[in-house]
């Protein structure tokens, strides 16, 4: 997903982003290729890459062997905490099913005591609202020393927890993490007021105060990274936070929140919570203390969440939801170029992307071609143990989601498209499926309208530019989207026209943190990253004061 | 000058301390440390002058050698000027690098300082003179800070997109203005260091710097730690030299695209006159002033006695924001002078090494003799002398806390920047006459108020023309605030956001587009 930085910090000869990405996150062991269009590896083989364009073999980072579990309970104010109602969450390993332990699980009283932790750490006089916000910098850029220091652990943890492939969540979910709290530790003392030339003898400024106690519910697809999103900003503008991590996926969250401790946080400032959505998730959003809450998760838990602050005390929402992204491609572009971009634009992460480019629209002349090369770069993909090194495609994060797919494939089968590749499971056990490709499919299909959320690759043709763009635009969302095209101004015309938070051209998912990231229509409200996530983490507060003249 | 550290060092200490300077206890000093840099920084590698020369910099506490630098001149100049070009060409590793990468190489430069912070006070104070106290507590620390704040900058420095009429796509880029040639003053070597190469790297640029002669050891010291962080070749370039010739050969060359001075308005005018002799290179400036600081009759008389006797006397005088002309209300003004004679003669002078020392030696002969001869002047013009005017020790260049009082607005002392420690005190009635004779100078850098009236306050901060006022406070700096004069106390401002505009060239960039939709 996010594709700044994939290559290391280290030395100083700068690649573009994008060149590293395309090393790490497409190519490794797409010469594996087996009849079944399922590579499969053994969980104990010894795989080496063969992708020579790769980083060196040699200095590819390893996973921790049997990694310590060591945070398992609620963090509140500086502590760890069993929950109220002693319950707790199995954690599961989706590679292989198994049990990799339980985490607590925090309900309605947890999170009532999490947010008074928050509020006593924000009230007025407390160490963090007197702190300079140079210091608040700091703290962020210390934390990220101690991701950098643990960063193998946490992309371990990362891999086992979620499914996603180690290497990815090393070089693309680390990476990411880290660059998010050294930009947000810079803003710290960089978020300005002004002053302003009112009418009358007046003198007015603005100063821009956090917004208080702020809720933060994030996904399961890209844990660690999601977390520093949220937090960054948050921190940044001087907030404090209760945050809830998915239930799949709590171990690098409570991770990070022993980090946030020893990079000396005062007590209060972050509050972790692992929890179900209905219950803790839901607090959250009900809470009647909690002055702003953010989410990235499905649109329908969305609408949710935002009828939650309606309901409760109108606290600020930012919502980052979910999308069908177009990927449009102009017959006179560099077609392998695009075709390599809207396949990792898809795959990524096991399709598990907001942003999967999940509706790719091919000009006629180029449809076949693009459609042939597509299924072959599919079934390059190497399914495995994420753990091990030439894996590119892991399991799906659960049983739900994996059904959910799966019935989704059968209504492409059944409503005409055609299967150019996979549609199946893989293998006996796990939550493995084949890497698939739906030919002609029209807009009307149920898999090219809704989020799939997994896998599958939708291809349509288009034949004029106009068209293209409406058909682009008849969604409910407006997430993100990419051209590929040589000719100036259609790809102009194309960037204005879409209704989307993010457009690429000539690329896809190219993320940075220094760049807004947020939904149109129903894929969001706000922005996250850049400086506009400060605005969604700052109340404005304008002081006017009466002066005896005034002067320009 | 830099107070912040100093008066929040206690309370901070119950805080949470993210800065480590500001809970530690300041380390017991070696006196004698080694000096290991003494040539010329150019192209990540240490050269000899091409002329061979070298000169002497001095201890001003004992007036003996610490050691020879090599001494740059035209030929040194042409030569840094080349590898800061060839740093800046299309297509080098400067040019290609991420923004954020910018600024982490400016956050390891600030770790590595922070690291050899202890030893870098000691070597600033050898071959500076102030106490070993300030420059571990306020020097040091505030130029982590200032890396650690334009490091952050480097990848927020956004153009824009705009709006214009008509089917066209129109953005703005931020692009680094290419080498900028930095001269920098003696009397906080390393901050100034740390003022100018934080904008210019954070924006891209490549530098050519000029030390004083009088200061040259740290600067070269942290050229190493440049070069240890992983700034490429030829990106920062750096020379100790004299202001005849290396100064005006940067400032004069054809093939420096800015130049960035801070020293005397004397110097400013020659530096402006070289850049519109060659090649028009962009010039910001930070020179002299003679600040007032206005003492109102509510104010609470301790702590402006205290912090005016702070804002002339900080860093032995050699400031150029010293708030050398003290405007009391008529009303106090002989209890404030009273208190302010007694202060001064409470001030520790000594050796800089000495914790308890507040006042070390004036940098060099030159600033002593001319001090002296201001006082002479003082004496002889009619102000009445309250306390000091003579050499304070046998050997270095130490001068007794001075206070003039009943000094007139006429007066040499009133009017030319003394830049030691001899402190004016003039009297006034209403807001309106301490405005406009706090206003009746060539210079315009900072100012100050001392008065618990909102109403006060606003119209005299309003009225001062300065780049910085201060209302009951003097001298409090951070990297977050601007900083500059109005008139002849210079052009452009540094730190700050501000800053970065001073090193930055603006390229608007417009595309046709086939159709426009808002």
């Not at chain 1, 990070?256 to 020893?262: D, V």
């Not at chain 1, 609408?303 to 980052?320: C, M, W």
Request: aromatic share 8%; charged share 20%; net charge negative.
């Amino acid at each position: 997903m996010p594709v700044s930085g994939v290559q290391e910090t280290e030395g100083t000869t700068p690649a573009s982003p994008t060149e590293g990405k395309d090393a790490n996150m497409t190519d490794n062991g797409h010469h594996q290729q087996s009849d079944y269009g399922c590579n499969r590896q053994s969980p104990n083989q010894n795989h080496k890459p063969q992708n020579g364009d790769g980083p060196a073999t040699q200095n590819l980072p390893m996973p921790v062997p049997d990694p310590p579990i060591q945070y398992t309970k609620l963090f509140i104010n500086n502590e760890w905490h069993e929950s109220c109602s002693r319950r707790k969450i199995p954690v599961y390993n989706p590679a292989t099913g198994a049990l990799l332990c339980e985490v607590e699980e925090a309900d309605t009283e947890d999170v009532d005591e999490a947010v008074r932790s928050a509020r006593a750490a924000f009230q007025m006089g407390s160490p963090w609202r007197s702190m300079d916000a140079s210091d608040r910098g700091q703290l962020l850029n210390r934390l990220a020393d101690l991701v950098e220091r643990d960063r193998l652990l946490l992309a371990t943890l990362e891999a086992l927890d979620s499914g996603k492939v180690f290497l990815m969540a090393y070089f693309v979910d680390l990476m990411a993490t880290i660059k998010t709290l050294r930009y947000y530790g810079g803003w710290a003392d960089k978020i300005h007021g002004k002053t302003i030339p009112v009418d009358g003898e007046y003198f007015t400024y603005t100063r821009h105060e956090p917004i208080g106690v702020c809720g933060q519910i994030i996904p399961w697809n890209f844990p660690v990274m999601m977390f520093a999103w949220k937090i960054a900003p948050a921190l940044c503008c001087g907030n404090t936070v209760v945050i809830k991590p998915a239930e799949q996926t709590p171990l690098s969250a409570l991770h990070m929140a022993a980090l946030i401790k020893e990079a000396g946080f005062p007590p209060g400032v972050v509050n972790v919570v692992p929890g179900y959505g209905p219950k803790a998730g839901c607090a959250i959003s009900h809470h009647m203390d909690i002055d702003k809450v953010a989410f990235t998760g499905s649109t329908a838990v969305g609408k949710l969440i935002q009828r939650a602050a309606g309901d409760s005390n109108l606290k600020r929402v930012t919502l980052e939801l979910g999308g069908k992204n177009p990927i449009i491609v102009f017959s006179d572009c560099d077609l392998e170029h695009a075709v390599e971009h809207a396949h990792s634009g898809l795959f990524f992460n096991q399709g598990q992307c907001c942003l999967a480019g999940s509706r790719v629209f091919v000009e006629e002349p180029i449809y076949e071609e693009f459609v042939h090369r597509s299924v072959e770069k599919a079934r390059g993909k190497v399914l495995g143990n994420p753990l091990l090194p030439g894996v590119d495609h892991g399991p799906q994060i659960d049983q739900k989601q994996f059904d959910k797919i799966m019935e989704l494939i059968e209504s492409g089968k059944r409503e005409g498209a055609t299967l150019e590749c996979g549609g199946s499971a893989c293998g006996q056990q796990g939550l493995f499926i084949q890497p698939t490709v739906f030919s002609n499919v029209t807009d009307d299909m149920r898999i090219a309208k809704e989020e799939i959320f997994g896998p599958v690759q939708l291809i349509m043709c288009f034949r004029t530019t106009r068209e293209v763009i409406q058909r682009a635009n008849a969604t409910q969302y407006g997430l993100a989207a990419g051209v590929f095209t040589n000719d100036i101004d259609k790809a102009l015309t194309v960037t204005s026209a879409l209704q989307a938070g993010m457009v690429w051209v000539n690329c896809y998912n190219a993320m940075s943190v220094q760049c807004p990231f947020g939904g149109f229509k129903m894929s969001g409200n706000g922005r996250e990253l850049g400086e506009s996530a400060l605005q969604e983490y700052t109340e404005v507060k304008a002081v006017t004061i009466k002066i005896s003249q005034k002067n320009s | 000058m830099l107070r912040t550290v100093i008066s929040r060092a206690l309370p901070r200490l119950s805080r949470p301390a993210a800065c480590h300077f500001s809970a530690a206890a300041i380390p017991e000093p070696n006196t004698q440390p080694e000096v290991h840099y003494n040539k010329l920084f150019i192209n990540n590698q240490w050269h000899d002058a091409t002329s061979g020369k070298s000169f002497p910099t001095i201890n001003p506490a004992t007036g003996e050698v610490i050691c020879q630098v090599a001494e740059a001149d035209a030929a040194d100049v042409d030569k840094a000027v080349k590898a800061a070009r060839n740093a800046f060409k299309l297509g080098s590793p400067w040019r290609r690098m991420d923004a954020s990468h910018r600024g982490l190489l400016l956050h390891r430069l600030a770790d590595a300082i922070e690291r050899d912070a202890a030893y870098l006070a000691e070597l600033e104070t050898i071959d500076n003179g102030k106490p070993y106290a300030v420059s571990y507590t306020v020097d040091l620390p505030n130029v982590v800070k200032c890396f650690r704040y334009y490091a952050g900058w480097a990848d927020k420095w956004e153009g824009k997109t705009i709006p214009i009429d008509g089917d066209y796509f129109c953005y703005t880029r931020h692009e680094p203005i290419g080498v900028c040639g930095q001269i920098i003053p003696w009397n906080f070597p390393l901050l100034m260091q740390a003022w100018k190469l934080g904008p210019a790297l954070a924006t891209g640029n490549t530098v050519v710097m000029k030390v004083a002669e009088q200061t040259p050891l740290t600067a070269l010291y942290v050229a190493s730690l440049i070069k240890e962080v992983g700034f490429p070749d030829g990106v920062v370039n750096i020379l100790p030299g004299m202001g005849p010739s290396a100064g005006a050969a940067i400032a004069r060359h054809m093939d420096v695209d800015k130049v960035a001075f801070t020293g005397s308005t004397e110097v400013g005018h020659l530096i402006q006159q070289a850049s519109g002799g060659s090649n028009l290179k962009k010039v910001t400036l930070e020179l002299g002033g003679k600040s007032p600081n206005i003492i109102l009759s509510d104010a609470n008389m301790e702590d402006a006695v205290e912090q005016a006797h702070f804002a002339l006397f900080f860093n032995q005088g050699q400031c150029c924001c010293a708030g050398s002309r003290t405007y009391v209300q008529a009303d106090i003004y002989d209890e404030f002078v009273e208190r302010s004679v007694e202060r001064a003669k409470r001030r520790v002078v000594g050796n800089p090494f000495n914790l308890k020392t507040e006042q070390g030696p004036q940098v060099d002969q030159e600033q002593f003799n001319k001090i002296l001869g201001y006082i002479s002047t003082g004496k002889r013009e009619g102000a009445k002398l309250m306390c000091g005017g003579g050499v304070a020790a046998d050997r270095g260049y130490y001068i007794q806390p001075t206070v003039f009082g009943d000094v007139q607005d006429n007066m040499t002392i009133a009017r030319e920047e003394i830049f030691g420690p001899v402190m004016q005190i003039l009297k006034f009635k209403t807001l309106e006459e301490a405005v406009e004779r706090a206003n009746d100078s060539k210079y315009g850098l900072a100012a100050a108020v001392f008065t618990k009236d909102i109403d006060k306050a606003n119209y005299v901060s309003n009225s001062l023309r300065a780049g910085t006022v201060w209302i009951n406070c003097y001298d409090v700096f951070g990297a977050q605030a601007p900083f500059g004069g109005y008139k002849a106390s210079g052009t452009g401002r540094e730190l700050g956001e501000y800053g970065l505009q001073n090193y930055t060239e603006i390229k608007t960039v417009t595309m046709k587009v086939p159709q426009k939709n808002s």
